[in-house]
C-alpha cells in the first residue's frame, strides 16, 4: 500500500529511486565468508605478510577516510561492480575522470535488465535508455556509495561512530585496507570498508544492522585506473532524448555554519518552511528543504480536470533531507484527501520506508520518512514532525 501512495505522488521519483531499491541478500549466505563481508584472521596474517610496510602519511582510519573522499572524485578510473540492496542484485561497469578544470565526468552502464547509461558532466546528470529499476543519485555523485557522501570531513564522523583499522584484505586482486565503522547509538547502522590501499579508492563496502546482518553490498570485481580516460568510454552509446537531472551539492563550511554545533534549523523550526521535527538522531544536519508542486495521479486528474487544476494551484510537498555524513534520510508532507490510515513501514535493504498520518484541523497529511536508517529511527522521526507556527506580525 505504501508504493501506490508513492506512485500517485508529485514526488515519486525521489521515492521510487530509493523504494524500488538495488540489490539481494539470501546468496549472500551461500558465499565464503570473505564475500560475505568477513576477512578471515587467516588471510589478514598472509596479505599483513604480503603488504608493504604502512605508509606513516596515512597512520589512522579518519585519514584513509580522508583520501577516499579525494579519491572517489578526483581519481581515473574504470571498472564493473556488483550492488546489493536486500534481495536485489544488480551488475554496472562504470568509467570516471576529472577533467583538466576539475570537472567530473562518469558513465554508468548497467548490465543487467533493460540498457541504461547515466552520463554526468559537472552537475548534470542524463540517463539514456529504458525505464526500469531506478538509479539513486547521490549528493555529490551518481552512485549511492560511501565515498560520494563523505565529502572532504570524514573527522565529524568521530562524533557518531567509531573508526578502526581492521587489517588487510584483497578484493577484485587488489591490495585492500579494511575500515570498520561502528554507530555509538541504536539510530543508525554500521560499516565495513576496503579501501585501495594504492589509490584509497572504495573496492567494496557493507552495511551493517546492530545483528550485523548485512544488508547492503558494493564490490568491484574489476577496477582499473589510468592517467586518462578516452572519450569514448565517457560518451553515451544508447540513442533517443534523456532525461536530466541535477546532482545536488552542499558547501560543507556553509551548512556547519547554519547548523550550529549540535543543533538544526528543522528543530528550531528556523527552515522558512512550513514543516519541523520534534526528533531526529543526534547528527543528522539539514541539507535542503524544498516545497514542489503536487499533483495527482494522472487517470484521477482526467476524470476531474477542474477540481485538479484548483487543487493544483494551492496543493504543495514539503521535502527536507538530512545526513550525518555517512547515512542520510529524507522526509516528505503532502496533503491526504483520501482519509487513509497511516500505512505499514516497510524495510527494502538498508531503506527504511514510514507513512504516517498527521491531522490539522479537517486537513491530513501524509508524512513519510524514507532513508537508510533503522526502521525505528525512522518510525520515531515521522511521528515528531509537526507544522511550524509562527506569530502573526
Do not use: C
Not at 179 to 203: K, M, S, V
Not at 297 to 322: G, H
Not at 325 to 354: K, R
Amino acid at each position: 500500500m505504501l508504493v501506490q501512495i508513492l506512485a500517485k505522488s508529485r514526488i515519486k521519483k525521489p521515492y521510487l529511486q530509493v523504494l524500488t531499491g538495488l540489490f539481494f541478500f539470501p546468496l549472500l549466505q551461500l558465499l565464503p565468508a570473505q564475500a560475505r563481508g568477513e576477512t578471515s584472521e587467516s588471510y589478514q596474517a598472509q596479505a599483513a605478510a604480503e603488504a608493504p610496510a604502512a605508509d606513516p602519511a596515512v597512520p589512522d582510519a579518519k585519514a584513509w577516510l580522508t583520501q577516499m573522499a579525494q579519491a572517489f572524485h578526483q581519481r581515473t578510473y574504470q571498472g564493473f561492480f556488483v550492488y546489493q540492496n536486500g534481495r536485489s542484485l544488480e551488475n554496472f561497469s562504470l568509467a570516471h575522470t576529472t577533467d583538466k578544470d576539475g570537472v567530473e565526468r562518469s558513465r554508468l552502464v548497467t548490465l543487467d535488465g533493460p540498457p541504461r547509461e547515466v552520463i554526468r558532466q559537472g552537475d548534470e546528470v542524463a540517463v539514456y535508455g529504458q525505464q526500469g529499476t531506478a538509479i539513486r543519485f547521490g549528493r555529490k555523485g551518481e552512485l549511492p556509495l560511501v565515498g560520494s557522501s563523505l565529502g572532504n570531513r570524514p573527522e565529524r564522523l568521530e562524533k557518531w561512530y567509531d573508526l578502526r583499522l581492521a587489517g588487510l584484505d584483497r578484493v577484485a586482486g587488489r591490495l585492500a585496507v579494511v575500515i570498520d565503522i561502528q554507530p555509538h547509538d541504536r539510530f543508525r547502522y554500521g560499516y565495513r570498508l576496503w579501501l585501495d590501499r594504492e589509490t584509497a579508492l572504495l573496492l567494496k563496502s557493507v552495511l551493517l544492522d546492530e545483528n550485523a546482518r548485512v544488508l547492503e553490498q558494493f564490490q568491484f570485481v574489476m577496477l582499473q585506473t589510468a592517467d586518462r580516460m578516452p572519450e569514448d568510454a565517457l560518451s553515451p552509446k544508447l540513442e533517443g532524448e534523456p532525461r536530466k537531472y541535477e546532482v545536488e551539492r552542499d558547501d560543507d563550511d556553509k551548512n556547519d555554519a547554519a547548523a550550529g554545533s549540535d543543533s538544526d534549523r528543522a528543530d528550531s523550526g528556523d527552515n522558512n518552511g512550513r514543516w519541523m521535527m520534534g526528533w531526529k538522531p543526534e547528527g543528522f544536519r539539514m541539507l535542503s528543504y524544498t516545497t514542489r508542486p503536487a499533483r495527482k495521479n494522472p487517470a484521477e486528474a482526467q476524470a476531474n480536470p477542474a477540481e485538479d487544476k484548483a487543487e493544483s494551484d494551492t496543493a504543495s510537498v514539503d521535502v527536507m533531507t538530512f545526513s550525518d555524513g555517512l547515512a542520510g534520510f529524507s522526509v516528505f508532507v503532502e496533503p491526504e484527501n483520501s482519509w487513509m490510515l497511516s500505512q505499514p513501514s516497510h524495510q527494502f535493504g538498508s531503506t527504511s520506508a514510514v507513512s504516517k498520518v498527521y491531522r490539522r484541523g479537517e486537513q491530513n497529511y501524509n508524512i513519510t520518512v524514507v532513508g537508510e536508517i533503522p526502521i525505528g529511527a525512522a518510525e520515531r522521526i515521522a511521528v515528531s514532525v509537526r507544522p511550524i507556527i509562527r506569530a502573526v506580525k
